[in-house]
Structure formats: structure tokens, C-alpha cells
């Protein structure tokens, strides 16, 4: 059973940094798409970023409000794929989930996505 085990949330004051990783149990880690999406509260889920590095091409997307701000970077060694975010601001204050899928995705529909972690809480206080 494939899992995604996201951590590293937790409570940072505005223009503050905070880290997560989400480790995937994923055979083929390298040929999946990793994605990491956010849902605030009375919110709809919604995408921050993903990196794809196969064939034909690899891609990284980022949404408009994370872009300059957020990071994703994944270790294929270690299964693992990372989401470095900087400059926080309350409105980055959400459950961040990590979500996978096969192939190159370059939708930021979260339908795309086949297996999902359980999320983690990131508050930002102003």
C-alpha cells in the first residue's frame, strides 16, 4: 500500500521560514510527479507546486501566490520530496498535503494526483 507521510509543520511568525518533507513509499518515486497542495480552513483545496523529473522532460510548476517564496525539491535516493517556504504570510497559513501521481502532470487540478499524505498543519502569525 503506497503511503505519503508528510512533517515538518508547525507555527512560524510572519517572514518566517518553515520546512516539510513527505516521504513517499513509492517503487518507482522517479517517474511519479509530486505535488504538494494546501486547504485552508472554509477553503477549497488548492495547489502550491510540483516537480516532475522524467521522460520527456522534467517540469516545475508553482503557483502565482508561492512563486519567488516556496521551493519543491525531491532527493530520489531517499523517496523524499521537499516544499522550503520563505517569506510566510498569514495567508499561507493552511494543511499542506503532499499528493503524487504517475507520469508528468502539468494540471494543478488535485483529480490528477493518485495517493495523497494526510497533511500537515502550517500556521503563520502575523
Known amino acids: 500500500q503506497v503511503q505519503l507521510v508528510e512533517s515538518g509543520g508547525g507555527l512560524v511568525q510572519a517572514g518566517g521560514s518553515l520546512g516539510l518533507s513527505c516521504a513517499a513509499s513509492l517503487r518507482t518515486f522517479s517517474t511519479y510527479t509530486m505535488g504538494w497542495f494546501r486547504q485552508a480552513p472554509g477553503k477549497e483545496r488548492e495547489f502550491v507546486c510540483s516537480?516532475?523529473?522524467?521522460?520527456?522532460?522534467?517540469?516545475?510548476y508553482y503557483a502565482d501566490s508561492v512563486k519567488g517564496r516556496f521551493t519543491i525539491s525531491r532527493d530520489n535516493a531517499k523517496n523524499t520530496v521537499y516544499l522550503q517556504m520563505n517569506s510566510l504570510k498569514p495567508e499561507d497559513t493552511a494543511v499542506y498535503y503532499c499528493?503524487?501521481?504517475?507520469?508528468?502532470?502539468?494540471?494543478?487540478?488535485?483529480?490528477?494526483?493518485?495517493?495523497w499524505g494526510q497533511g500537515t498543519q502550517v500556521t503563520v502569525s502575523s
Open positions: 499528493a503524487a501521481g504517475r507520469g508528468p502532470i502539468s494540471t494543478m487540478d488535485a483529480g490528477a494526483y493518485h495517493y
Open positions: 516537480q516532475y523529473i522524467g521522460w520527456p522532460s522534467a517540469a516545475t
